[in-house]
């Protein structure tokens, strides 16, 4: 079974930092490109980054480029997103998440964990 388990958000400042965890099971990490994603209240799912198999490629949504890293440590199974200069607009639920699409004009995953809260203070 496939188990994505999200830690490390928080309440921050303004201009802040974080680092969210994902610790992934029931899969062969290493195979696959993995993502973080997040929904703010009252909105759909937003792509934030993604990242190779492997770790040698990575992507970042306009909006956090420059301010967020993703990595991956494959030994440990284990996804980080380093969140930097955070903003009131990064409020939302982050999961990180795998095997997702685009229908309709819509982000669906087929997995995703239970999500860790990210809250920053203006």
């Known amino acids: 079974e496939v188990q994505l388990v999200e830690s490390g958000g928080g309440l921050v400042q303004f201009g802040g930092s974080l680092r969210l965890s994902c610790a992934a099971s029931?899969?062969?990490?290493?195979?696959?490109?993995m993502k973080w994603v997040r929904q703010a209240p009252g909105k759909g799912l937003e792509w934030v980054s993604s990242i190779t198999s492997g770790g040698t490629g990575t992507w970042y949504a306009d909006s956090v480029k420059g301010r967020f890293t993703m990595s991956r440590d494959d030994a440990k199974a284990t996804l980080y997103l380093e969140m930097n200069s955070l903003k009131p607009e990064d409020t939302a639920l982050y999961y990180c998440?795998?095997?997702?699409?685009?229908?309709?004009?819509?982000?669906?995953?087929?997995?995703r964990g239970q999500g860790t809260q990210v809250t920053v203070s203006s």
């Open positions: 029931g899969f062969t990490f290493s195979r696959y490109v």
């Open positions: 998440a795998r095997d997702c699409v685009t229908r309709n004009g819509r982000l669906a995953c087929d997995y």
